[in-house]
């Protein structure tokens, strides 16, 4: 795709107005979320949609998720339900995505949808993601803002290095907080006739199953890694670093770089506390740290339950062999 001149925009209210205005006009503008940086198109605009696959390489059936400033603007796009109302008031504005039938009259490029009847839709937390998506007052379809299959963005910096002349700007805000993707919960069967199904995980994200399971009161139904795409994050091979990784290992290798959790000696330590949060924060940043280096990678374990569960599956995922 032909170079541009990639705009770095603060988070201020100059910046965002500029960064709206870019959104209005068809351009991609990568943005802060709680989670990790956005690559956001409107998502109303069928070529400027188009522009996000080619930005970043990424496959058109994988689907993308589109961010609102609120549960009242979402219902513009989604038929909404009881569960999804419950979800919404206990976790949005926060790191989690409800798919979710599309309304009549949506006005949704079905490239956003990659063709299906349903969209994933969140509310971000980040200041400076809520500003420009009330100035916009549109929906914005976004997905990682880093090259198809590798690392996740959490800086600004992470997105210059990845995507620098094939977008037209970058609102910088500095560093993300959470450092995971969105939780996918799936919810497009609820309210359909015959027994009611239970929502489904569809990707572990930077919010834990537990607390979701905890506000619904059941246990959620797990996705088949195996079943077609519905939701974005579920490509088997992802979040890939340049050199390989071998996950799980007590030590590193003589040729390895060792990405530790907990205490020990390492190269980078996810936490050296053993906290969950502070290693999902962490992962993405670290990663690219190593990678720059050129050199294979070992992970130490790292706990599957809470947010581990997601570090886990962006672990595997690393880890995985590669087209």
């Not at 979800?87 to 409800?98: I, Y």
């Not at 890694?225 to 091979?237: K, R």
């Amino acid at each position: 795709m032909p170079q541009q001149n990639t705009e770095i925009l603060a988070a201020t209210a100059s910046g965002i107005s500029r960064a709206a205005q870019l959104l209005q006009a068809g351009q991609l503008v990568s943005f802060p979320t709680e989670t990790v940086y956005g690559l956001g198109a409107d998502a109303r605009q069928g070529e400027a949609v188009a522009a996000i696959y080619a930005a970043k390489g990424r496959p058109s059936f994988n689907p993308l998720i589109a961010h609102v400033h609120s549960a009242e603007a979402a219902r513009r796009y989604v038929e909404w339900n009881e569960v999804a109302e419950q979800l919404a008031a206990a976790f949005w504005p926060g790191p989690l995505t409800l798919v979710l039938r599309l309304r009549t009259g949506h006005g949704i490029s079905p490239l956003v949808t990659a063709g299906l009847d349903t969209l994933g839709v969140r509310v971000p937390a980040h200041p400076a993601g809520q500003a420009l998506l009330q100035a916009l007052d549109g929906p914005v379809a976004a997905p990682s803002a880093n090259p198809s299959g590798k690392i996740s963005p959490t800086t600004a910096q992470h997105v210059q290095a990845g995507l620098d002349g094939r977008i037209a700007a970058i609102l910088d805000d500095g560093p993300c907080g959470v450092g995971l993707e969105s939780t996918i919960i799936g919810l497009a069967d609820i309210g359909l006739a015959g027994p009611e199904p239970a929502p489904v995980l569809l990707r572990p994200g930077g919010l834990a199953a537990e607390e979701i399971e905890a506000v619904l009161g059941r246990k959620l139904a797990q996705r088949d890694m195996h079943d077609p795409l519905t939701a974005p994050g579920q490509l088997l091979s992802h979040y890939a670093p340049g050199a390989p990784l071998r996950l799980n290992a007590g030590a590193p290798e003589t040729d390895e770089l060792f990405l530790g959790f907990g205490p020990g000696t390492c190269d980078l330590n996810l936490s050296e506390s053993g906290d969950l949060a502070e290693a999902a924060a962490n992962l993405f940043g670290h990663l690219h740290q190593l990678d720059a280096i050129g050199q294979p990678i070992a992970v130490a374990p790292v706990p599957k339950h809470g947010l581990g569960e997601a570090i886990n599956d962006r672990l595997r995922r690393a880890a995985a062999p590669r087209d």
